[in-house]
């Protein structure tokens, strides 16, 4: 939410309606009768009618099921609208700029289904259509003009729903393999690009019967199966619904608590007893369809991902925004940075269950690329999958690349194919960081800093890091800054918490949280999702911790990261996690939770601490032990330390 339309308050919303007038001046000022343009100005003036007439209702409401207020949540999603009226009057925009009308409309629509669904039922559903621009009148070509066609790749320039690529895509590669699922070794299934172009069309058909144009729904997907999961999530997108992936090895209080913020849902895949809403059983697509493809629509937003588990109720993240892309430019360049090429072999060994797992994947298949995932991580799988597919862009955790290199299977000769080899989600360990760039080669390597919000990301390749050992890169579509406590620049070099500010135009920091008036930890245009940190002279980023793991000992700060990547090398320990316990004298003290590996004996904590000395500080050394049978990780490879924090110790 912008501070503009944050300021708007119900007594003053007599300004939202001003919009229709702005509009309709706007359109006499133009000169031109395009019929499409006066469509989508009618469209706003009905839902801005709608909405004054409802007005006096919602400022009535108490809460929504977030306790958030309803109608200042509406009244910011039409102000937006507004802003956009504004700048076309001011010239910053053009009355042909489909995209960002056709996002701003479907924004104020989203939130008026939430608000009272009642309200979309008596307005049209603007679709993608509505918002493109006129055709340019045809053009008399000389006879002896060459005439050229054009192929599916290229019928449309600029931005594609994910519908309107599929089907492209579909034309272009129908018999190629789209997706693999594999469940272990020799174990998998495949589906062409046509098959999932067909079978989707069918399931959005059937979303579509369910009335998900007059009241939208959040279709939950509840598989860890990646060819299931990519029917699901493009039929849900082809009914211009937005999608969310959840594990179904979920708890019932966590799924209550995540279902709890939205308000209709549809539930694709497994059945679970903690989801009340609407289950849609499989259905396969017949033979042969009757009538043309379902009219193109754009997911507003496309994907939602929960985060914020570990401290406490999940929040609900908007991670990529609509799902309107323009193919090759992915958030600013990321995916160039990070050597990704259009029509590659993708390896996402994180389940697509997990939402930041079915971000990568998606994006991978619309730039075309064959996609491969894993239903569960093991080393072995992975690496017989790598060489029996020759998959060439891999992405992974820094958890199953220690993983993989301890396996009796690792042979360098089997990862031939590979390209690009790019890890996220947590510290990695520079042993095993090295461990790979032998195996393929450094510059193949890569490492993406950022975070579920994707409000900004830096970016390094092994050949870079080898010279800034330890720096997850520089920024690559954000500027950032590291500030004190009091939120002051600290000078080179020293530690403070990460600010960044986004230069990728259509991602908003204020609309990360969907349904909710939570925002983003703020400061002068900057925001942060929680990481420390320092920047190098040549401003190279590196990663301390984040500010809720930090443990105070004694007044130093001991960043759990750090000694974890230790631990974990030392023979016999298969896991670890490292959380803060109280202490009467220093505050708070280190405290070590270890998995062993079968069969291994567990040290004392003085054979622990002995085998420590001399590769960290004695205060950063465990002062407490525990063992445990496995430590507990999300599909993603990330551990919860709230859940390992011993009873008492702040969160």
Known sequence: MNDAASKIDPPNAMQLFELVENFLELEAAAGQPDPKLRYRIRVAANLLRIARREMAQLSALEIDRDGNAVAPGLIAAVGSLREFATDLKEGRRSLTDPETFGLALRQVEAKLAVASPEVLRQSPTPSVSDFQPPDPPAQSMPESSPVKRREPMQRREGALSLGERLRQTAKALGGDVAVRTIRGLDQYDEMTWAELDRQSEHLARRLLALGVDERPATVVLITRDAVRHAVYAYGAWKAGQTILCLSPGLGSAEGHAILSRLARTITLGARVEWDTGE???????????????????????????????????PKLVDVIGPGLFVPGDFLGGLGTALKRRPRAKAFIM??????????????????????????????????????????????LVPTMMHRMLRSAAF???????????????????????EAWMTAIGPEKVVEVWGSTESVGHAVIAGDEWLTHRGSVGRPVNCRARIV????????MGEVGEIFVQPLVGSVDPDT???????RMKSNNGYVSFGDLGRVDADGYLYIAGRTDDLIITGGANVYPDELEVLIRRLPGISD???????????????????????????????ELRQQLSGQISAYKQPRSVEFVPVIQRTDAGKVRRKSYRPQGTAA
């Open 411 to 433: 042979d360098p000769a089997r990862l031939q194919s590979i390209r690009s080899f790019c890890h996220t989600g947590m510290q990695c360990d520079p042993h095993d960081k």
């Open 576 to 606: 670890c996690v490292v959380v803060a316990t109280p202490h009467e004298d220093l505050g708070q003290a280190v405290h070590a939770v270890i998995a062993l590996e079968q069969g291994a004996r567990e040290p004392s904590l003085e």
């Open 350 to 395: 994180t389940p697509l269950s997990h939402g930041a797992g079915a971000a990568t994947a998606y994006m991978a298949t619309f730039e075309e690329c064959e996609m491969t995932s894993l239903e569960k991580f093991d080393p072995e799988t992975a690496l017989w999958a790598i060489e029996r597919f020759k998959l060439e862009q891999v992405t």
């Open 512 to 518: 990360k949280y969907f349904n909710s008036k939570q």
């Open 484 to 491: 004190d406590k009091e939120g002051n620049d600290v000078p």
């Open 279 to 313: 289950w849609l059983a499989d259905e396969p697509a017949p033979a042969s369809e009757p009538g043309s493809p379902v009219e193109d629509r754009i997911a507003a937003p496309m994907l939602l991902i929960t985060t914020g588990g570990s401290t406490g109720i």
